[in-house]
């Protein structure tokens, strides 16, 4: 506390600042703070913030602006990539973290699971992000669209946020390849030259996993179906125990440059697992639901592997079926993503995961507004039948039909599943779309490289 100022009042306000990169009105930031700080009081703690340097003041008179000071770990511009793009900067908590996390290990106090973290948050009454945060974060990620149902933005945009989620997370995870590399992979099915198999599969199960989810998205939630088959879908092929695969952890795990040790009875675990999974769903708002999977989860270790990964696809579930725009982790620093989940593990403290968070959201926000702009208007037809063609499509081709099988098959399927009023144009789409495949657009109707090659032999025949 500063003499006599809560420190929470003062946070609040650099956090509405931290909102305006231009830098922020005093009536700015009392809009941003509400009706409970009054204009003389919010003067004397603004005054307090510059001259502590903690805020910068801009201009003079009514023209006075105030902006956060840009506070940056050295290494992190150059990390983002994205030349241009405005660098991930820190609260003064997430610096304080990220200091006591790069202590070498014997520095820091080794802690365990504490219970007590999961057993404090009341959704409802308790909150990971402001209530400035979650307006700031809905405002930036609602897309300017007429009310749909859940997961039609996502499907919109799936081609894009195929690659762009797939090669974000698995690059937080240390694969190597690139962007491009990525891209080939997922549209081409060709992987890249001197990279290990284990990453191609990687790739490949993230793109599975964001299907699932968006293919989906009216049935999927924070239940133990969902979370657990994005498991399987997530470690498929890359465990050492088969049997792992969508399972909760019977085993101890260790975390690497960490002094955090997880629980290791499966029983706890378990009991755990499932608590975190009845928190989440009983928070209403969809961006504090999303933060806190990507708190508790890692937090609890409930898989053998692939535990970050699911948090991070499993933080958009709510963004899916909510129709907002997806988060891709574009440009995260992967030490800087990792500090912060070690602040976590270690400190049960969240704000630098929190920084993080937020910054990546407002990126990926405007890139998928960009996306969606320059595709265009979807068409309405195709959209409401999309999962009808991506079905008779998709068994025409893993039935490997020729082109009068695969004519007579469209039609009886159609006859059997359409409404009348639709089915000619229905038919007529399914039958362009089957004839038009080719080896970069196979990928959209869930169809693998080896179905495609076997259906294209049968095909030309």
Known sequence: MARGIPDEALQAIEKAVRFKPDGATARQIAEALGPA??????????KYLVDRRR???DGKGRWVRYRVPAIEAPAERAETGVEGEPPLHLSRSGIEIQAYIRRPPEARKPVGYKRAFLD???PGETFYLTTAERAHLREVGT??????PAGTYAKQILSRLLIDLSWNSSRLEGNTYSLLDT???IDLGEEAEGKERLEAQMILNHKDAIEFLVGTAAEIGFNRYTILNLHALLANNLLADPDAVGRLRHIGVGIERSVFHPLEMPQLIEECFDQSLATASAITDPFEQAFFV??????????DDVNKRVSRLGANIPLIKGNFSPLSFEGVPRDTYTDALLGVYELNRVELLRDVFIWAYERSAKRYAAVRQSLGEPDPFRLRHQAALREVVGAAVRGRLDNTQAAWHIRAW???HIDLADSERFRNIAESELSGLHEGNFARYQIRPSQFAAWRTAWNR
């Open 120 to 122: 404090s948050y009341r």
């Open 143 to 148: 897309p300017k669209i007429a009310e749909q």
């Open 414 to 416: 159609t006859q059997e």
């Open 37 to 46: 700080s009054p204009q003389r009081t919010l003067q004397h703690r603004l």
């Open 294 to 303: 990507m708190v508790q989860l890692p937090y609890l270790q409930p898989f």
């Open 55 to 57: 805020l910068v003041m």
């Open 183 to 185: 891209k080939r992979l």
